[in-house]
């Protein structure tokens, strides 16, 4: 990180105004807030979708995805599958790390292999091996036929091997963010933004990299990003002016915003989709009434507990209208779905208690639901509203909500201490590949299949379509493949969706942004007038 006499002058000018460049373009202060930090600056240390949105300000994948969500080139210029389990790409030539260090075949050899050892090894679990072929051109081999690795690489994020050995960060932090590394709190990447100051859980502050090898079509030179969980200051934040955008706008407060004088929102699909998930792995609830039992391992159990929550519901009365109740733990923009397979369950609260009858739990029985309180929008009143739904087939269920930080360091891999939980998830390759091969697989540590499969759901033919998905080049018989495993894990039930999120941002009307649904904040394309 960086702290420069420079920047600190822009900052203490007003959030948006604009500042002349010698080049007679036009610099911008952008200043933006949300409800929750990157709790990780490490690349490795875990598959989150926050942590992605602002580490891909400052490092840089092989692959990305542009404005259009389409896939171009990054840090590989080209890239071509050279016979069924070997891709070789063409590495950018001239790109420099924000400390100067060249970038070159090196340091995406030791990404590679850094990246395996941390959490987001289940995104790379195609991934047999990589192999220099000189100083720009790297060869990947894949455990079996892979037709979509490049979609799968898009959030891996190439580090600089001399910057991590020099700082003692060659193995990644883990992900339930109990073992930091120098890269949990610095940065280094070769992308268009450096982060020059940040006061972690308060503000990061972005500033543009000079020496980026790539063209921007914004005119933001450095970018502010507030952590404010509070809702209500976060949308006075905007109102008076403190800020030019805001994500997660409540939805009650959407219509506040759009009345207000320069001020609108901007609504748009998030590829997150919201599901609740039982521990079907232990024999035992760990945070429960049943002791010498489980029992969401009777899919008796499971069925009563869909049938008893009424989605529509939550979407009018919690989420104002901004979501989309889901038959599938995915998004309708995620290749696999399908409207038979994504008609939301409609409940049917008397056959909902006579499974639980039927299951041997007429009086019920009681449980944690653990949820995030800053994560996505409303959260915590949607873990509310499902504790109140569970309890009219008497599942007392008492909600723990908590900050994402200490929520993820209890659920998260490798202790999965938890017995109900509800859970967000947005496949980066826009495929539900990724999703059945994180989230649904059983788990397996040594290949990090299954690494975020909270509730430990196992089906071994659903295993075996998912070694089928990844390895099939025929697109029709693939997705016919895609659409045998979500039958299988919706008639499972071992996730129950809830409903895919909207995006929701506050923003200036002199401010241009682009909107990705995979909730990133592309801040090369913003645009202060």
Same mark, same amino acid.
């Given at each position: 990180?960086?702290?420069?006499?420079?920047?600190?002058?822009?900052?203490?000018?007003?959030?948006?105004?604009?500042?002349?460049?010698?080049?007679?373009?036009?610099?911008?202060?952008?200043?933006?807030?949300?409800?929750?930090?990157?709790? /990780?600056?490490?690349?490795?240390?875990?598959?989150?979708?926050?942590?992605?949105?602002?580490?891909?300000?400052?490092?840089?994948?092989?692959?990305?995805?542009?404005?259009?969500?389409?896939?171009?080139?990054?840090?590989? /210029?080209?890239?071509?599958?050279?016979?069924?389990?070997?891709?070789?790409?063409?590495?950018?030539?001239?790109?420099?790390?924000?400390?100067?260090?060249?970038?070159?075949?090196?340091?995406?050899?030791?990404?590679?292999?850094?990246?395996?050892?941390?959490?987001?090894?289940?995104?790379?679990?195609?991934?047999?091996?990589?192999?220099? =072929?000189?100083?720009?051109?790297?060869?990947?081999?894949? =455990?079996?036929?892979?037709?979509?690795?490049?979609?799968?690489?898009?959030?891996?994020?190439?580090?600089?091997?001399?910057?991590?050995?020099?700082?003692?960060?060659?193995?990644?932090?883990?992900?339930?963010?109990?073992?930091?590394?120098?890269?949990?709190?610095?940065?280094? !990447?070769?992308?268009?933004?450096?982060?020059?100051?940040?006061?972690?859980?308060?503000? /990061?502050?972005?500033?543009?990299?000079?020496?980026?090898? &790539?063209?921007? /079509?914004?005119?933001?030179d450095t970018a502010t990003f507030f952590v404010i969980p509070n809702p209500a200051t976060r949308v006075s934040a905007l109102i008076s002016?403190?800020?030019?955008?805001?994500?997660?706008?409540?939805?009650?407060?959407?219509?506040?915003?759009?009345?207000?004088?320069?001020?609108?929102?901007?609504?748009?699909?998030?590829?997150?989709?919201?599901?609740?998930?039982?521990?079907?792995?232990?024999?035992?609830?760990?945070?429960?009434?049943?002791?010498?039992?489980?029992?969401?391992?009777?899919?008796?159990?499971?069925?009563?507990?869909?049938?008893?929550?009424?989605?529509?519901?939550?979407?009018?009365?919690?989420?104002?209208?901004?979501?989309?109740?889901?038959?599938?733990?995915?998004?309708?923009?995620?290749?696999?779905?399908?409207?038979?397979?994504?008609?939301?369950?409609?409940?049917?609260?008397?056959?909902?208690?006579?499974?639980?009858?039927?299951? !041997?739990?007429?009086?019920?029985?009681?449980?944690?639901?653990?949820?995030?309180?800053?994560?996505?929008?409303?959260?915590?009143?949607?873990?509310?509203?499902?504790?109140?739904?569970? &309890?009219?087939?008497?599942?007392?269920?008492?909600?723990?909500?908590?900050?994402?930080?200490?929520?993820?360091?209890?659920?998260?891999?490798?202790?999965?201490?938890?017995?109900?939980?509800?859970?967000?998830?947005?496949?980066?390759?826009?495929?539900?590949?990724?999703?059945?091969?994180?989230?649904?697989?059983?788990?397996?540590?040594?290949?990090?299949?299954?690494?975020?499969?909270?509730? &430990?759901?196992?089906?071994?033919?659903?295993?075996?379509?998912?070694?089928?998905?990844?390895?099939?080049?025929?697109?029709?018989?693939?997705?016919?493949?895609?659409?045998?495993?979500?039958?299988?894990?919706?008639?499972?039930? &071992?996730?129950?969706?809830?409903?895919?999120?909207?995006?929701?941002? !506050?923003?200036?009307?002199?401010?241009?942004?682009?909107?990705?649904?995979?909730?990133?904040?592309?801040?090369?394309?913003?645009?202060?007038?």
């Open positions: 990180m960086k702290n420069r006499t420079r920047l600190v002058c822009r900052l203490a000018l007003a959030g948006s105004m604009l500042v002349p460049l010698t080049t007679g373009a036009v610099a911008a202060d952008f200043k933006f807030a949300g409800p929750l930090d990157a709790y /990780t600056l490490d690349p490795h240390a875990v598959s989150n979708t926050l942590i992605f949105a602002i580490l891909s300000n400052v490092y840089e994948p092989l692959v990305e995805r542009g404005a259009d969500l389409q896939l171009e080139p990054a840090l590989a /210029t080209s890239w071509k599958q050279i016979d069924a389990t070997t891709w070789e790409f063409d590495l950018r030539k001239g790109v420099k790390f924000q400390n100067g260090d060249p970038f070159n075949a090196d340091d995406v050899v030791f990404s590679m292999d850094r990246a395996r050892k941390g959490g987001v090894k289940t995104n790379l679990s195609q991934v047999a091996s990589i192999a220099k =072929v000189d100083d720009y051109t790297v060869r990947i081999t894949t =455990v079996s036929t892979d037709p979509v690795l490049p979609n799968q690489i898009v959030d891996w994020y190439i580090m600089d091997k001399e910057w991590a050995e020099q700082n003692g960060a060659v193995e990644p932090g883990s992900a339930n963010n109990k073992t930091e590394t120098y890269a949990n709190r610095n940065a280094n !990447g070769t992308g268009p933004y450096e982060i020059a100051s940040r006061d972690p859980g308060v503000k /990061t502050v972005f500033e543009k990299n000079p020496d980026w090898w &790539g063209k921007m /079509t914004g005119n933001v002016g403190q800020v030019d955008m805001i994500d997660a706008v409540p939805p009650q407060d959407a219509s506040q915003i759009d009345t207000t004088k320069g001020l609108h929102v901007q609504a748009g699909p998030d590829l997150r989709t919201v599901y609740l998930q039982p521990d079907v792995d232990r024999d035992q609830l760990i945070y429960g009434s049943e002791q010498s039992k489980n029992p969401f391992k009777d899919i008796r159990v499971r069925q009563a507990m869909q049938l008893a929550i009424d989605t529509t519901a939550i979407q009018k009365r919690i989420m104002g209208g901004y979501s989309m109740p889901d038959g599938l733990p995915i998004g309708q923009q995620v290749n696999g779905w399908d409207s038979e397979l994504g008609a939301p369950v409609q409940p049917d609260l008397a056959k909902a208690k006579q499974l639980m009858v039927d299951a !041997g739990y007429p009086d019920g029985f009681s449980v944690t639901l653990d949820c995030t309180n800053d994560r996505f929008m409303n959260d915590e009143a949607t873990c509310l509203a499902i504790a109140a739904f569970l &309890g009219k087939i008497n599942i007392t269920v008492t909600p723990r909500a908590q900050t994402t930080s200490r929520w993820a360091a209890q659920v998260n891999p490798p202790g999965y201490n938890t017995s109900l939980a509800l859970l967000g998830y947005s496949p980066a390759t826009y495929d539900a590949g990724l999703f059945l091969s994180v989230i649904v697989a059983t788990r397996d540590p040594k290949t990090g299949r299954g690494a975020f499969n909270i509730g &430990g759901y196992s089906n071994p033919k659903v295993d075996a379509l998912i070694t089928q998905i990844n390895a099939e080049t025929d697109k029709t018989k693939r997705d016919g493949y895609l659409h045998e495993a979500l039958k299988l894990v919706k008639d499972d039930v &071992g996730f129950i969706p809830i409903h895919q999120l909207k995006i929701l941002w !506050g923003v200036k009307d002199n401010v241009d942004v682009v909107q990705p649904a995979n909730f990133g904040y592309p801040l090369r394309y913003f645009k202060v007038n």
